[in-house]
């Protein structure tokens, strides 16, 4: 018999072991360590209580992980094993999801979806959410090696960024990160980037000085720096300026997400 109940911390071993096999053979294959797991849900905010899975005797065999940030829930995973599969689970979890979150002072839930999972994507619809926008994810490595000042933050440059970033390339989700990062940069323009995995979650150039090469620079420097190929998440494709400047500096598109909100 399947039941569900609210996660706890301790739930964390269990969750894990879930969630590398429900993404086993996911359109992008995850199979994060327990340690990057838990980054990975620090950052973005994640609440036990405020998440729920489902139960096989004493296995879990589904999820939905749920993080919390003002009146905004996020959803920073939801599985299925591959054994217990329609069967409703994901259905049932998600509408648990919006009671708990709804309970808690949300107004509305966030998502994001890799745009080829359609039958995903049909489920989230079904759920209540529609479509925001597209995010479109890179990755960049150089042969060209370039060096920048070490600063201490990018807050005063906060006010140059073109389009709201999105769940965890947030200010909110990059301060609860316990990773080491580097910043680079200087008045003119900055980026964050964390060596342990090359993600770069943050790059601004000052508008007064873009088509300088500073983007570029910084694009070279942080792949220096993280000593491996940089991923870029989640750029909202909107902005064509961004888009371009990453074609020309040589950064590859990976995958396309889409980001979905329902109101709760």
């Known amino acids: 018999m399947i039941t569900t109940r609210t996660l706890t911390a301790s739930d964390f071993d269990a969750l894990h072991a879930a969630f590398v096999e429900a993404f086993s053979d996911y359109v992008v294959k995850l199979a994060p360590t327990r340690e990057q797991l838990a980054e990975m849900l620090a950052r973005r905010g994640w609440i036990p209580e405020a998440s729920v899975a489902a139960f096989d005797g004493e296995r879990m065999v589904a999820f939905t992980v749920n993080a919390i940030d003002g009146d905004s829930g996020y959803d920073s995973g939801t599985g299925v094993v591959p054994s217990h599969r329609r069967r409703g689970l994901a259905r049932r979890l998600m509408d648990e999801s919006c009671e708990l979150l709804r309970a808690r002072g949300c107004t509305r839930y966030v998502l994001e979806v890799i745009d080829a999972n359609a039958s995903a994507y049909a489920l989230y619809r079904a759920?209540?959410?529609?479509?925001?926008?597209?995010?479109?994810?890179?990755?960049?490595?150089?042969?060209?090696?370039?060096?920048?000042?070490?600063?201490?933050?990018?807050?005063?440059?906060?006010?140059?960024?073109?389009?709201?970033?999105?769940?965890?390339?947030?200010?909110?989700?990059?301060?609860?990160?316990?990773?080491?990062?580097?910043?680079?940069?200087?008045?003119?323009?900055?980026?964050?980037?964390?060596?342990?995995?090359?993600?770069?979650?943050?790059?601004?150039?000052?508008?007064?000085?873009?088509?300088?090469?500073?983007?570029?620079?910084?694009?070279?420097?942080?792949?220096?720096?993280?000593?491996?190929?940089?991923?870029?998440?989640?750029?909202?494709?909107?902005?064509?300026?961004?888009?371009?400047?990453?074609?020309?500096?040589?950064?590859?598109?990976?995958?396309?997400?889409?980001?979905?909100?329902?109101?709760?």
Do not use: Y
Request: proline residues 5%; positive net charge.
């Open 127 to 264: 759920c209540g959410f529609t479509l925001v926008r597209g995010l479109q994810c890179w990755t960049f490595a150089s042969d060209v090696s370039a060096d920048a000042p070490r600063i201490a933050s990018c807050a005063r440059l906060d006010e140059e960024r073109d389009i709201a970033p999105s769940w965890q390339n947030s200010d909110a989700s990059l301060a609860r990160t316990r990773d080491p990062r580097v910043i680079l940069g200087d008045d003119d323009a900055c980026a964050i980037v964390f060596p342990s995995n090359g993600d770069l979650p943050r790059l601004v150039v000052r508008r007064d000085a873009r088509r300088r090469g500073r983007g570029t620079q910084l694009l070279r420097a942080a792949h220096a720096s993280a000593g491996k190929p940089l991923r870029i998440m989640n750029v909202d494709e909107r902005d064509r300026g961004i888009a371009t400047f990453l074609e020309a500096a040589g950064a590859r598109p990976l995958i396309r997400q889409l980001e979905l909100v329902c109101v709760l």
